[in-house]
């Protein structure tokens, strides 16, 4: 059986909020028999002005960030050529979107050689909504309440769609993270329109959907895409593949069950024999 995730491998070496070592969590990997596994590290900030709340609070600089950004790169080239054989790994970056990264990240993208960028959203408005519950209130309520809080997220996410053309798209939907009554909020037409919209970009640059397991590790009752949107992405063919997000040993291969049954009961292009596949993957050469 074929094993793909292609939004994981955040370490407590290259992550200040995960935990274990790349290598502890590539091995992890392999012992769980994945076929491919994606490491996906966040990109580092473009200047001290977007550093997350922690990373202020442990003294870290843009700059700091970005010379472990380096290390990171290099340590995850040595971890795939020591599974050369055994276990295919790519080397990728999972991005921010906010005012004026779309060019850093194009950078980050030429000057590290990546295999692929997860294009993910967590800020609305230059604001990070998804750091913590409060955070979220506070840019809801700037935003003028839910619904325009989702309308401006999935706006935001076209706007990157458009940008970066990203490989893989990072939990979807990930804007309904603290929104107890998400499929009431999801259901709006202004928002139905948005998510046919990016959905429709992904279709047409053959972008992946990365099926989140992170959401229910969180005590969500669906992944990150819910079943709703899911059913529209399989309607316009878009591949989707398991990622499990994760942050250190424990969490690799969290709910991949599940996950896989969800996708097989939705007919999702990319699912096949009861496995999940991202099939443009395998035809690329190794490195």
């Given at each position: 059986?074929?094993?793909?995730?292609?939004?994981?491998?955040?370490?407590?070496?290259?992550?200040?909020?995960?935990?274990?070592?790349?290598?502890?969590?590539?091995?992890?990997?392999?012992?769980?028999?994945?076929?491919?596994?994606?490491?996906?590290?966040?990109?580092?900030?473009?200047?001290?002005?977007?550093?997350?709340?922690?990373?202020?609070?442990?003294?870290?600089?843009?700059?700091?960030?970005?010379?472990?950004?380096?290390?990171?790169?290099?340590?995850?080239?040595?971890?795939?050529?020591?599974?050369?054989?055994?276990?295919?790994?790519?080397?990728?970056?999972?991005?921010e979107w906010y005012p004026g990264c779309g060019e850093w990240v194009a950078e980050l993208r030429e000057r590290f050689a990546l295999d692929y960028v997860v294009g993910s959203v967590h800020h609305v408005g230059g604001d990070c909504f998804d750091f913590s519950q409060e955070a979220y209130a506070r840019v809801a309520l700037e935003s003028g309440g839910l619904v325009p809080l989702y309308?401006?997220?999935?706006?935001?996410?076209?706007?990157?769609?458009?940008?970066?053309?990203?490989?893989?798209?990072?939990?979807?939907?990930?804007?309904?993270?603290?929104?107890?009554?998400?499929?009431?909020?999801?259901?709006?037409?202004?928002?139905?329109?948005?998510?046919?919209?990016?959905?429709?970009?992904?279709?047409?640059?053959?972008?992946?959907?990365?099926?989140?397991?992170?959401?229910?590790?969180?005590?969500?009752?669906?992944?990150?895409?819910?079943?709703?949107?899911?059913?529209?992405?399989?309607?316009?063919?878009?591949?989707?593949?398991?990622?499990?997000?994760?942050?250190?040993?424990?969490?690799?291969?969290?709910?991949?069950?599940?996950?896989?049954?969800?996708?097989?009961?939705?007919?999702?292009?990319?699912?096949?024999?009861?496995?999940?596949?991202?099939?443009?993957?395998?035809?690329?050469?190794?490195?």
């Amino acid at each position: 059986m074929r094993r793909i995730s292609l939004h994981g491998g955040h370490s407590g070496q290259f992550c200040d909020h995960a935990r274990d070592t790349l290598a502890e969590i590539v091995a992890a990997y392999h012992a769980a028999r994945f076929e491919c596994v994606g490491l996906t590290e966040h990109m580092p900030p473009l200047s001290d002005e977007w550093l997350y709340p922690d990373e202020v609070e442990l003294g870290r600089t843009a700059v700091w960030m970005q010379e472990r950004f380096a290390r990171y790169v290099a340590e995850a080239r040595r971890l795939e050529r020591e599974y050369a054989g055994r276990m295919r790994i790519l080397v990728g970056m999972e991005s921010e979107w906010y005012p004026g990264c779309g060019e850093w990240v194009a950078e980050l993208r030429e000057r590290f050689a990546l295999d692929y960028v997860v294009g993910s959203v967590h800020h609305v408005g230059g604001d990070c909504f998804d750091f913590s519950q409060e955070a979220y209130a506070r840019v809801a309520l700037e935003s003028g309440g839910l619904v325009p809080l989702y309308a401006a997220y999935f706006d935001t996410q076209y706007g990157m769609l458009q940008s970066l053309r990203p490989e893989v798209v990072g939990h979807f939907d990930l804007v309904r993270l603290h929104d107890a009554n998400y499929a009431d909020t999801l259901a709006f037409h202004e928002i139905q329109r948005r998510i046919a919209r990016n959905l429709k970009c992904m279709q047409n640059s053959g972008a992946i959907l990365d099926i989140n397991a992170r959401a229910l590790f969180k005590g969500q009752p669906e992944p990150f895409v819910c079943g709703s949107i899911l059913s529209v992405a399989s309607a316009l063919g878009i591949g989707c593949v398991y990622g499990d997000d994760a942050h250190g040993v424990g969490d690799v291969g969290f709910a991949y069950r599940r996950i896989e049954d969800m996708l097989v009961r939705a007919d999702v292009k990319g699912v096949r024999c009861g496995t999940i596949l991202a099939a443009r993957v395998f035809s690329r050469p190794s490195t």
